[in-house]
C-alpha cells in the first residue's frame, strides 16, 4: 500500500455483515479496486455461514488492506466498532449486500473534503418490484437526513464528536446519526457520482419484514427525537408512492410503528435532551 500513490486523504471503510456469504466477494472485489489510500475494516455480527471466514480470506490476502473482526453486536455499535478500530480521517460505510462502482470511494473522497458529510446516490443492482420505491423523505434543517448508511460518509472528528450510532436501534440508527448531525449546523452533501448498486429483498415476506422493522425504528426515532411527522414529506409520498406494493410497505411499516407503540420493546429511547443519560445505560449486547 506503500507503493501506491496517493490520490487524496485515506479512507477508512467500514463494513458490517452478518449472514452474507453469498454477497460478501462481490463487495469486496469492487471495493478492492476503489482509488487509494484505503483500508476496509470488516465487522461480522455472528453469521452463522462462512462470512466471517470469507472476511479472513480477504484479510489474508490483502493484509495491508483488509482487517476482519467479530463482535456479536448490534447494527450500529458494530460501525461504531469499526470506526474505533479504522486508521483514517475520513469514514465510508457501505453495506454488505451491495457493490460499489469503480468510483465510489473517489467520489464520496471528494464530497468529504468540504463537507463533513456525504452521502452517494443508491440504485438497486437488479430490476425488483420491491427496489423500485422512493425513501420516506424527511428533512431537518433543510437537509434529508434518510440517505442510508450503505452509501455514507462522514469526516471522523464529526463521527466521534456525535458519539456515533446508537446501538439501541433496530433499524433508523443511520437516520438518528444524521439528524443528530444537522442539528449541529451541518449540511449533509449529496454526490450523485458516488454509487452504490444494493440487492432489493426477492421475496415478500423479506420484503415485509425489511418494512415492519423500518416502520418499527421510525417509531424509535419519534421517542428519541420527540415528534417528527410534520417533517416528513407527505405530499411527495402520496404522489409518488403508489400501487399495491407500496401499499403493502406502508402497511407493514405501519404495523412495526404499533408494534413498537404497543410494546416498546422493555425500553424507550427518551429524547434527545436525555439522550446522553440514556445511552450511558443502553444495553450494547
Known amino acids: 500500500m506503500g507503493s501506491e500513490p496517493s490520490a487524496g486523504p485515506f479512507v477508512s471503510i467500514v463494513v458490517t455483515v452478518r449472514n452474507e456469504e453469498a454477497h460478501l466477494r462481490p463487495l469486496l472485489e469492487s471495493l478492492i479496486v476503489q482509488e487509494p489510500p484505503f483500508e476496509i475494516v470488516v465487522v461480522d455480527g455472528g453469521s452463522y455461514d462462512s462470512t466471517f471466514s470469507i472476511a479472513q480470506e480477504y484479510a489474508r490476502r490483502y493484509p495491508e488492506r483488509v482487517r476482519a473482526i467479530r463482535r456479536v453486536t448490534s447494527r450500529g455499535e458494530g460501525r461504531n466498532v469499526g470506526v474505533e478500530a479504522a486508521r483514517g480521517d475520513l469514514i465510508a460505510f457501505i453495506d454488505g449486500d ?7 470511494l473517489a467520489a464520496l473522497r471528494r464530497g468529504l473534503a468540504d463537507s463533513s458529510v456525504a452521502a452517494g446516490k443508491t440504485v438497486p443492482i437488479v430490476a425488483s418490484k420491491f427496489g ?3 425513501r420516506v423523505e424527511l428533512y431537518i434543517a ?17 463521527f466521534q464528536k456525535l ?23 451541518v449540511s449533509i452533501r449529496y454526490i450523485p457520482d458516488a454509487i452504490v448498486f444494493h440487492r432489493p429483498r426477492a421475496t ?10 423500518n416502520g418499527y425504528g421510525r417509531k424509535q426515532l419519534t421517542e428519541k427525537q420527540g415528534s417528527l411527522w410534520e417533517r416528513y414529506r407527505i405530499e411527495r409520498l402520496a404522489t409518488d408512492q403508489h400501487g399495491y406494493v407500496a401499499l403493502i410497505r406502508l402497511g407493514a411499516a405501519m404495523a412495526g410503528y404499533l408494534a413498537r407503540v404497543l410494546t416498546g420493546g422493555g425500553e424507550r429511547l427518551g429524547t434527545a435532551a436525555s439522550r446522553d443519560s440514556a445511552r450511558a445505560g443502553a444495553d450494547r449486547a
Request: charged share 20%; glycine share 8%; net charge negative.
Open 98 to 104: 451491495c457493490v460499489a462502482s469503480p468510483a465510489w
Open 204 to 213: 415478500w415476506p423479506a420484503f415485509v419484514r425489511q418494512a415492519f422493522w
Open 163 to 185: 458519539g456515533g450510532f446508537d446501538p439501541r436501534f433496530v433499524t433508523a440508527e443511520d437516520i438518528d446519526l444524521n439528524l443528530r448531525a444537522v442539528r449541529t449546523g
Open 132 to 134: 423500485e420505491l422512493e
Open 142 to 158: 433543510g437537509s434529508d437526513v434518510t440517505y442510508p448508511s450503505c452509501n455514507l460518509g462522514y469526516q471522523r472528528a464529526l
